[in-house]
């Protein structure tokens, strides 16, 4: 309580009355009472008006009003929420909870007792409309700052599958408040039929285990258009620890999924770019890879023209000669389907692959290089390895980066002692794959070390600085990680995991 004057409003028509009244109050130790008082209803109208009160004392019986009446007149003339204690000379239990349920804060019947509890009354109906006034305060900070965030509240029973809605989350949901059925079925049914499954399964996961419910998923409006959602719920348990309400948020999360969508867009097409750039600086070993079996083909075609036309020659030789021309065109096949394959462009698909098979793909790719720099890759392959869950081209252009990095750092060095070896190996207790790439070559200084994975960051003249970024997020985008560090004695190691097929 504070010692500040509360300004009382006293409407009674009994002059008695009124003076027994302001003699309990001024002795309350309640507070420190200021009483204005009036007889008739229509001049209480024009001090509420003029004046600013605390509280009100009514009496129901006046020469211009009667009953609960005088209750309703009042409440309609004060210009703000004040709180009216009714006063009355009839002990009439049913009245006085009809008052309460109109809008007065107290009822009291005059007699001794209820003189004594006056000071009291005024004081607690004061404080208890403070409390209600600055519940409705924050309550309406509250809405603000759901509106202004555009986010929807839920609040669902488990037990009677009754779900509330604010009016956002409806919104939200392309409904109008009234629209909403109100149960569990009922919000299930705007959830797009391919993600209930996983909806429900979330759901059933957080009542179980009382965890934190957080869940993407789409909603179908009645125009059939299609909006992401993100919902995040808190479980509350009873005495006996069993899940039995969820409330939480929800929001809309469709520009993000759509930006999300066009990012990963344009990372396919930087990485279809990387690749094609990757395959233009192979492009002098490629053409010399394929000159070799197309010189072949000649040779062997020309041998067995040759036989062919002198008629002379063993037929078993021109055969063995054709033989050689069908080999060697598989081979050059070979070449130029590994390329059309690795530059061609195409949305990630993951599906099971053979990562040994992989590396040694991504190897043979790189076979003109390795000849060039006099350098045989060792390959540490893993027996029975389980198949990994990722999109092949993606896979190999990350392995192809990664080995021709090695092949640059070991260029530079000019050591004899060059090599370069290749691990896989089981990781994260079987969870999922690691492949490693060691190299011997002139290593990344400390200070370049923490800037490796940034866009446009490179140590190499004539680099982009995107390659190893781009290789970081296509293995980030297939559930695994790539990082890098020094050897112990020379050169880097590049690892990175993909997860397991399961």
Known sequence: ??????????????????????????????????????????????????????????????????????????????????????????????????ALQEGADDYLVKDASTHRMLGRSV???????????????????????????????????????????????????????QQFGGTFEAFEQCVHPDDRAGFSAKIERSLAT??????????????????????????????????VRIMGTVVDISQRKAAEESAKTREAELAHLSRVTTMGQMASGLAHELNQPLSAILNYASVCLEHLESKKGSPATALTAAGEVMNETRRAGAIISRMRSFVRKQQPHSVPLDIDELVRESVRM????????????????????????????????????????????????????????????????????????????????????????EPFFTTKPKGLGMGLNICRSIIESQGGRLWAAPNPHRGMRFSFTVPIAQ
């Not at 209750?71 to 309609?76: E, Q």
């Not at 869940?215 to 509350?236: L, N, Q, T």
């Open 1 to 98: 309580m504070t010692d500040a004057t509360i300004q009382i409003l006293l409407i009674e028509d009994n002059a008695a009355e009124a003076t027994l009244l302001k003699r309990e109050l001024a002795e309350s130790p309640f507070g420190l009472f200021s009483i204005a008082h009036v007889k008739r209803l229509a001049e209480a109208s024009g001090q509420l008006q003029a004046q600013r009160f605390d509280a009100v004392l009514l009496d129901l019986g006046l020469p211009d009003s009667q009953g609960l009446a005088t209750l309703d007149r009042l409440n309609k003339a004060r210009p703000h929420d004040i709180p009216i204690i009714v006063l009355t000379g009839l002990n009439d239990e049913a009245l006085g909870i009809r």
């Open 123 to 177: 004081r607690y109906a004061i404080e208890r409309n403070r409390s209600k006034q600055a519940v409705l305060a924050s309550e309406q900070r509250l809405d603000l700052a759901v509106d202004a965030a555009q986010m929807g509240i839920f609040d669902w029973h488990v037990q009677t599958g009754k779900v509330t809605w604010s009016h956002h989350h409806a919104r939200l949901f392309g409904l109008t408040p």
């Open 210 to 243: 009382h965890e934190e419910f957080h869940h993407e998923y789409r909603v179908v409006w009645a125009d059939s258009s299609e909006h992401w959602i993100e919902a995040r719920g808190r479980v509350f348990n009873d005495d006996q620890g069993r899940s």
């Open 366 to 453: 790189m076979e003109f290089e390795l000849r060039h720099q006099q350098i045989r890759p060792h390959l540490e392959l893993s027996a029975n390895m389980p198949k990994v869950l990722g999109d092949a081209v993606q896979i190999e252009q990350v392995l192809v980066n990664l080995l021709f990095n090695a092949l640059e750092a070991m260029g530079e060095s000019r050591s004899s002692g060059n090599g370069l070896t290749v691990r896989t190996s089981l990781h994260d207790q079987g969870r999922s794959v690691q492949v490693c790439i060691v190299d011997t070559g002139c290593g990344i200084s400390p200070e370049n070390m923490q800037r490796l994975f």
